[in-house]
């Protein structure tokens, strides 16, 4: 069955720095999308990518879709203590069916 | 905006007890998916419904089966629990590919 791998699997930062978390998919994916979940909370919708070298912006952050559409990235310039969370990707498959698989998720820890 | 609703919203069982889990999506979102997610863990997919009828199924195991109504609104029933079945449960539901989650429930077994 299709896999979602996420990397880190935790990243702890200082307030200011960069933070990148990457997502690679066992097969071609429909689309991907990225949900945050805050300590306590539920997943977040944040966005999706449908296209072959998809990049969207959202404030500080890069979403990134490849070209093979099995791989993602998301870039956070300037962390900030509230960008604290979980984030997660998505992958959509090509079956037909708009189930999700989750990759592992990546803790993020911004230190003030 | 209207977001998913669950309820309850905590749940203690004991063991070989039964639970009923309910999910009333976002309005005119025709499609819901049940997630269990374990400590540290990431949702793992169990079912979902789409108009009603059943259109996936995931990691869902024998001992617990949902349905989806006639409002949309759906139950997750689950029976014979055991210890390991304590988690979070989310709902989240759709009208294209975007899914919304609700706030979940969290279920302790006993």
């Known amino acids: 069955g299709q896999q979602v791998m996420q990397i880190p699997q935790y990243q702890h930062v200082q307030e200011g720095e960069d933070f990148t978390t990457y997502c690679n998919s066992s097969t071609t994916l429909s689309n991907i999308q990225w949900y945050k979940q805050r300590p306590g909370g539920h997943p977040v919708f944040l966005i999706q990518l449908v296209k072959s070298g998809e990049v969207k912006k959202q404030k500080r952050l890069t979403f990134q879709f490849g070209e093979a559409k099995k791989n993602s990235s998301l870039h956070i310039t300037a962390t900030q203590t509230t960008d604290v969370g979980t984030y997660f990707c998505a992958g959509g498959s090509n079956s037909g069916y708009s189930t999700l698989t989750f990759g592992k998720g990546t803790m993020l820890l911004v230190s003030p | 905006a209207a977001g998913v609703i669950q309820s309850p919203r905590h749940l203690i069982k004991e063991k070989r007890e039964t639970a009923t889990l309910k999910c009333y999506p976002i309005p005119r979102h025709d499609t819901v998916y049940w997630y269990q997610q374990g400590p540290g863990q990431d949702p793992q997919f169990l079912i979902s419904?789409?108009?009603?009828?059943?259109?996936d199924k995931g990691s869902i195991p024998d001992r617990f089966s949902a349905q989806q109504f006639s409002d949309y609104h759906s139950e997750l029933n689950m029976s014979s629990l055991e210890l390991g079945d304590s988690a979070l449960y989310f709902c989240?539901?759709?009208?294209?590919?975007?899914?919304?989650f609700g706030p979940g429930t969290r279920l302790t077994v006993l």
């Open positions: 989240a539901s759709s009208l294209s590919d975007t899914q919304y």
């Open positions: 419904f789409y108009e009603k009828m059943q259109s």
